[in-house]
């Protein structure tokens, strides 16, 4: 079997250009349903999602709320305590450039294996997908999650069952819901879509670059938020699958392999380290006994800071990152292409 992960690492790293960074141990959960059998399966397969989340403004509010005190004759207001933090350095037009390079590599390595690849561009007709909406990419979504853009690469089109008026993609179905770090072996659709190509591998990658952390607290009758840079992969998920397995109950494939990172991978060396804090104090005032009807101004405080980095340095390194997962995933991938079988469980 060609060692793909050593191929791919050597790629990544010249392409990148960056110091190697590694998995904690047990971080990443392999999810087996008889990978081997991928071996069996038509040599195409279908990207039915490819998505990453940069996240680039974090804001968080704490509030300790105030009323007479014990005893009377003082009343207290409350306190809110907000801090919002954003990346500067890199922008829109960067984040694309990225995903897209990340994406184009991954196909070609998928290619190398001698698959392949589509994606809703270059493959339609889907029956499952017959009430949904086709999206193109390049593809930038601010509205998917707070603070984050939701980035889909160029050349890849995908589906989903509507957009809302203020711009959010609705995944549709029973677990339309359903968080994208979860395992999607039940709730992506991924069997029905094999099934309705005939077995073809259905392959779906989602991935989570948070920037950013934000601790609120309340104490002493104050609020306080602290936060500052936390660049880090942490959410990861990576699905190979083949047919549907005609057992009763949930849908599920008949072969497959899934990746999940469940410890985030830090990434130094973008962000200078700095700590923000904001602190609010509850107003006081004394009050005659009607003063419960009547409103108690709020002592607010607000505070933003930006973090700053050099879009370069961050492009090689997060994309270093994302590449040793998805590495890792090809490795497992190429495993079940061959007929080794793997166990589920933490590696």
Excluded: W
Excluded at 36 to 46: E, F, G, S
Excluded at 209 to 235: E, F, H, R, T
Excluded at 333 to 342: D, P, Q, T
Aim: contains cysteine; hydrophobic residues 35%; aromatic residues 10%.
């Amino acid at each position: 079997m060609r060692k793909l992960n050593l191929l791919l690492g050597t790629a990544f790293l010249l392409s990148f250009s960056v110091s190697a960074q590694e998995f904690e141990k047990k971080s990443i959960y392999i999810q087996s349903l008889k990978n081997q059998d991928l071996a069996k399966a038509p040599k195409k397969v279908y990207i039915t999602n490819f998505k990453i989340y940069y996240q680039m403004i974090a804001e968080a509010e704490k509030t300790v709320y105030g009323g007479r005190q014990f005893g009377g004759g003082s009343y207290t207001g409350n306190a809110t305590a907000r801090l919002a933090v954003g990346v500067e350095g890199i922008g829109p037009k960067d984040l694309q450039a990225l995903t897209d390079k990340i994406y184009s590599e991954y196909v070609a390595d998928l290619e190398a294996l001698g698959l392949e690849v589509y994606n809703a561009k270059t493959k339609s007709g889907i029956p499952f997908y017959e009430d949904y909406t086709k999206l193109e990419g390049p593809r930038i979504n601010q509205e998917q999650v707070p603070g984050s853009l939701m980035v889909i690469p160029s050349g890849f089109s995908y589906h989903v069952k509507k957009v809302t008026k203020k711009g959010k993609e609705k995944a549709g179905g029973l677990m339309g819901g359903t968080p994208e770090f979860v395992s999607a072996m039940y709730h992506k659709g991924l069997p029905r879509i094999s099934r309705d190509l005939d077995d073809m591998m259905v392959v779906d990658i989602a991935l989570s670059v948070p920037s950013i952390y934000l601790d609120p607290k309340s104490q002493l009758g104050s609020a306080k938020i602290k936060g500052g840079p936390d660049l880090k992969l942490s959410g990861a998920r990576a699905s190979y699958a083949s047919g549907k397995s005609n057992k009763p109950g949930a849908a599920f494939p008949k072969t497959a392999i899934e990746l999940l990172l469940q410890k985030p991978m830090k990434i130094n060396g973008v962000f200078e380290a700095e700590t923000f804090k904001t602190v609010a104090t509850k107003s006081r005032t004394t009050v005659p006994d009607y003063g419960a009807f009547f409103t108690v101004d709020n002592k607010t405080v607000e505070l933003s800071n930006t973090i700053e980095c050099d879009p370069a340095v961050y492009s090689a390194k997060v994309g270093n990152a994302i590449n040793m997962f998805l590495g890792k995933s090809l490795e497992k991938f190429e495993a079940s292409l061959s007929g080794e079988k793997l166990k589920s469980g933490k590696e």
